[in-house]
């Protein structure tokens, strides 16, 4: 670099600038000095090299953190409807170029899809429209963010981000723009899945919720699953006409898999609203809610073994689809296992668990610690605590152990239950199972140390 001139001073290098080092949402924080911090040098510091604030690097890295942190600016300056605004400016200037110049439709329409910079902006117009939709959407349906929720988008971006990676180079003969747009397409309709679920999961566990936020929950997830009708039928449509394997096997698998989980937290949303009308005396809401969900995990298990096999046939070996292949296999074998242990244990309950006397009821706090009400009439467990019998088998529906003492209900068969957990229960499972989990936690490593 030059020396500076007579009466000039060099630039200062180690000047800082304001990067957000939290995710939380501005109406959660206690103000913009609490969101930030000052770091030496520059914030685009990618191997070693430094980028001054106003190189496009910096730019750049601030807009994609603006769009995948969902409201939270890099800088001040740096906003999406700013960018918006901005974007429309310089792609309108493009078409008034093209057309001022060729002076005909025809010619001008070359123009703008043969002069990188027009295609660039137009592609980059395209990104910032889909971006925008998605805010409206999500201010529309769901308003202002909670801190679990963006939690929420953060951790599962990065995943999907790489996951798509993966599946990137298994299409690679199919890359082209439009398959860019589908894919940041699927990303952004991924991020409003997520939020749904944990707005649902929010919901049931809040006392009190206004009607505006079940009208819009509900408005939200019909929307949704109409969005994923609309993808699956165009991939489905795509598929049927070329008669071959293509990109629209990805696509349609992904969106099957959307619409069958939105599909499954709406009904989990409407065992809840049942749940609340009858003032939460539904004793069978676990029961069925369990049974959804062990429905969805056996869907969604053979929705990825299908995509799996149909992948493997015609493209390889789909690296992107190992960890959620054996976590939906893991969660679902759990469920069995425990729909397995539940049915044992309350087959015979009025046998295995007798009526507690009425001087056992005098002689102990008669109020049921699950549902903290009075008892006329109760089972007594091996460990001597009392419960109401529904209260009891709802308990057993998620533990297995006491809700006071957390003793084992059923305790273990001269410790033989003991042998198979030391022994992981080789004995009941086929070896062909064991390789499959071997080797998927073998390549699931690197995901454990990306995520």
């Given amino acids: 670099m030059p020396a500076p001139g007579p009466g000039k001073t060099a630039p200062d290098c180690s000047s800082t600038i304001a990067v957000p080092v939290s995710c939380v949402h501005p109406s959660f924080s206690r103000g913009d000095e609490d969101d930030r911090r000052q770091v030496p040098g520059s914030v685009g510091s990618f191997a070693g090299e430094e980028h001054p604030p106003g190189d496009p690097v910096l730019f750049w890295c601030g807009f994609i953190a603006e769009v995948l942190l969902w409201d939270f600016p890099v800088a001040k300056m740096i906003r999406l409807p700013m960018y918006a605004a901005f974007s429309l400016l310089a792609t309108a200037s493009a078409a008034y170029y093209a057309f001022s110049s060729r002076e005909q439709f025809y010619p001008a329409m070359v123009y703008l899809s043969t002069s990188k910079i027009c295609f660039v902006l137009l592609l980059n117009t395209g990104l910032v429209a889909m971006c925008v939709a998605w805010q409206l959407a999500r201010r529309l ?86 969005v994923d009708c609309l993808f699956l039928s165009n991939s489905l449509r795509s598929l049927i006409q070329k008669r071959e394997a293509s990109v629209a096997i990805f696509f349609s698998f992904e969106y099957t898999i959307l619409a069958t989980s939105t599909l499954s937290t709406f009904v989990k949303y409407i065992f809840y609203v049942s749940d609340m009308l009858m003032e939460g005396q539904w004793e069978r809401k676990a029961v069925y809610t369990f049974y959804l969900e062990l429905i969805s995990d056996l869907v969604h298990l053979s929705l990825y073994m299908l995509f799996f096999i149909a992948i493997f046939l015609n493209y390889g070996v789909p690296l992107h689809l190992i960890r959620e292949l054996y976590e939906t296999f893991r969660s679902f074998r759990i469920r069995i296992a425990d729909y397995i242990r539940y049915r044992k244990i309350t087959s015979n309950m009025n046998e295995r668990f007798p009526e507690a006397t009425s001087e056992e009821l005098d002689a102990s706090d008669a109020t049921c610690i699950i549902c903290r009400e009075e008892m006329t009439t109760a089972k007594k467990l091996l460990c001597g605590h009392l419960f109401h019998v529904h209260c009891l088998r709802s308990w057993l529906e998620r533990q297995h152990t006491c809700p006071t003492c957390r003793a084992p209900i059923v305790p273990a068969d001269n410790g033989r239950a003991a042998s198979s957990r030391q022994h992981g229960a080789q004995a009941g499972v086929q070896p ?12 699931s490593l690197p995901h454990i140390f990306l995520f």
């Fill in 432 to 443: 062909g199972v064991f390789l499959f989990l071997y080797f998927s936690d073998l390549i």
């Fill in 141 to 226: 349906f769901l308003g202002s963010l909670r801190e679990a929720e963006v939690e929420r988008l953060n951790e599962q971006s990065w995943r999907e981000v790489i996951e798509i990676l993966f599946a990137v180079t298994i299409f690679r003969q199919d890359f082209s723009v439009s398959f860019l747009a589908m894919v940041a397409a699927l990303l952004l309709v991924k991020a409003l899945h997520w939020l749904a679920q944990k707005r649902v999961e929010y919901i049931e566990t809040t006392p009190s919720v206004p009607l505006l936020s079940h009208i819009r929950i509900v408005s939200f997830m019909v929307f949704l699953l109409t």
